[in-house]
């Protein structure tokens, strides 16, 4: 899902995010976050504890992309 930027704050804050796709057990998914904006900056939260083992992320700075096999991007999935 594209996200319009006037429904992100400026200030920390818990996004809410409702794909609406069909899941399966046993399946890999993949959530990323990125901008298309060329001023100011963002972030997201991450989990140093590395709740997900099977997970990892990826992060790019300078055009560079390094693999976070320790880390993990902090969210929580209801499947309805």
Same mark, same amino acid.
């Given at each position: 899902d594209t996200v319009p930027a006037s429904s992100i704050s400026w200030s920390p804050t818990t996004f809410v995010a409702a794909p609406n796709i069909a899941v399966? %057990? &046993?399946? &890999?998914? +993949?959530? +990323?976050? %990125? #901008? #298309?904006? #060329? #001023?100011? !900056? @963002? &972030?997201?939260? +991450? !989990?140093?504890?590395?709740? @997900?083992? &099977?997970g990892g992320a990826l992060s790019q700075k300078a055009g560079v992309w390094t693999t976070e096999t320790t880390r993990d991007l902090d969210f929580f999935t209801t499947v309805m």
């Open positions: 399966s %057990a &046993g399946a &890999g998914y +993949v959530i +990323v976050l %990125a #901008t #298309t904006s #060329t #001023t100011g !900056s @963002y &972030g997201w939260e +991450v !989990s140093d504890d590395n709740p @997900y083992p &099977g």
